[in-house]
């Protein structure tokens, strides 16, 4: 089942809001599970929002401490005392992936691409559609759970920077992982404005799924410590989350091997 790596290039595009939406929606819109990775060891967004109080970590599995199967959670949000996603799961990463004070990528990645083949072997066999929320910087985490994706899905805001620097991204991955980018969202579009300078520019990095109007309930849910699609399902901004998951679900995205990709990377 295919792995969609979600990517914001700069800090503060709506890149956890829009993984967490995807997931929540795909686990509605269709009857498997869905399991959404929260990659972004710095920030957790996806842990502390939707499975807060997790102890095991997909970081204690790489380390040997833990099996899988303890660091997968169900998403705990509620209401009425019944879950709100019920066919939706949690990977919580926790803290960073490597050794403190280790520099060697590819002794890391040597170590750890065969852990990383057999959880994703077992994983795929269990979830229907595999989101990860990956880190907003660059460093070794960002390497490996970019490297696990079937495809990427980009998001940008709709301004120069943002769509620059995720063109200029969505070329390097693809050069040097095979990666390639099925879609890209433009998030906080200003209200009652056209957008369509900016997704024709967005389009150069891919097709343009979807925009998500700049929506102040997305702020309040934040606040609440809650996802939009959670607080406020109705609200536009999840009604186009909505439209972006039905997307998604239209697209075939084929599944891939992690160890090729890292293989091209070192260049074997």
Known sequence: MPILSVMGTKGGVGKSTVAMGISAWLSKLQKEMVLLVDGDTHVRTVE??????????LAQVLEGK????DAIYSCALKAGGKPLFPRLAIL???????????RDIVGFVEHTVGRFERMLSTLRKRFAYII??????????????????????????PDLDSILSSKVTAEGLKQLLGIQAVGVVVNRAP??????????????IAPVIGVVEDDELV???????????????EAPSSLALRKIAEEI????????????????????
């Open 66 to 69: 833990h099996s899988l199967a």
């Open 219 to 233: 702020e309040d849910a934040f606040r609440r410590d809650l996802p939009v699609v959670a607080l406020y399902p």
């Open 249 to 268: 679900l239209k697209m075939k995205i084929e599944p891939t091997r992690l160890l090729p990709k890292l293989e091209l990377a070192r260049g074997s």
């Open 132 to 157: 990860v929320d990956t880190p907003a910087s660059v460093g070794f985490e960002h390497l490996i759970l970019t490297a696990i994706a079937d495809a990427l899905l980009f998001v940008v805001n």
């Open 92 to 102: 919580p990463a926790g803290g960073r992936f490597l050794p403190p004070g280790s």
């Open 48 to 57: 502390l929002k939707m499975c807060p109080g997790a102890d095991v970590t």
């Open 191 to 204: 209200r009652g404005s056209s957008v369509e300078e900016w997704t024709l520019q967005a389009g150069e």
